[in-house]
């Protein structure tokens, strides 16, 4: 099976199953998806979606964060992961936030990255989720799953795997396309522990192709 035909068989695929795939952390406007999306970072969605009420509550835009204290952001991120850095970083992101975009969330990747605590896997959902801009966001899911089906081919960094599924994947389904290969590497294509067997693009897949292989040589 060709590299085009994968591709081919993806969007179709998820196009039919999952139209409105998106993303499953809980916000309400630019700024609130720039902190979950900063917090998300070696996190899961879920204790995001647990953290975030509270600090939204006490910090609900970029100016009462800007003028916070690390130690009162400390306590209220302290339960997901790299929290010390975090609370810099977000106090960080909201003062560069009003210094140069008075208060107001960029909309291009360049800018967003200009923001501390954001590189460009966050830049991109920013710009894609937000923005409706064709920016594909490569986190650990994205490039495991995009590998394993074949997608991508001798991808060493999140940015060799950007480009090769931007390059092929129509840009109106490039949105869209994150969120796919995200859920999928969630909650079906896992790290560890695969579900093949319930998988249902197994038929255009690369590692069940060969694992199909190895099974019939046994």
């Not at 899961?44 to 006490?58: A, G, H, M, Y």
């Not at 008075?102 to 605590?117: A, E, F, M, R, Y």
Request: charge should be positive; charged fraction near 25%; aromatic fraction near 10%.
């Amino acid at each position: 099976m060709t590299k085009k035909d994968r591709y081919k068989y993806f969007v179709e695929y998820f196009s039919k199953n999952q139209p409105d795939a998106n993303t499953e952390l809980v916000y309400v406007d630019p700024y609130e998806l720039l902190v979950a999306v900063i917090l998300s970072a070696q996190c899961t969605d879920k204790r995001v979606n647990i953290i975030s009420p509270p600090f939204f509550l006490q910090f609900p835009n970029a100016r009462v964060l800007a003028d916070a204290k690390i130690e009162d952001v400390f306590a209220l991120i302290k339960s997901c992961s790299y929290p010390n850095n975090k609370s810099k970083h977000l106090i960080g992101m909201a003062q560069t936030l009003i210094e140069e975009f008075d208060g107001v969330v960029p909309s291009t990747i360049d800018d967003l990255q200009k923001l501390p605590g954001v590189g460009r896997k966050t830049a991109n959902v920013i710009a894609s989720v937000v923005f409706d801009k064709p920016a594909m966001a490569v986190d650990t899911h994205v490039f495991r799953v995009s590998a394993r089906i074949g997608l991508t081919t001798n991808s060493k960094t999140p940015l060799e795997t950007e480009k090769q599924l931007v390059k092929f994947i129509p840009e109106k389904f490039i949105t869209r396309a994150h969120h796919w290969l995200i859920l999928h590497g969630r909650y079906v294509c896992q790290a560890r522990k695969p579900k093949c067997g319930e998988c249902g693009i197994s038929h255009f897949c690369k590692y069940y192709e060969k694992l199909s292989k190895v099974s019939a040589e046994v």
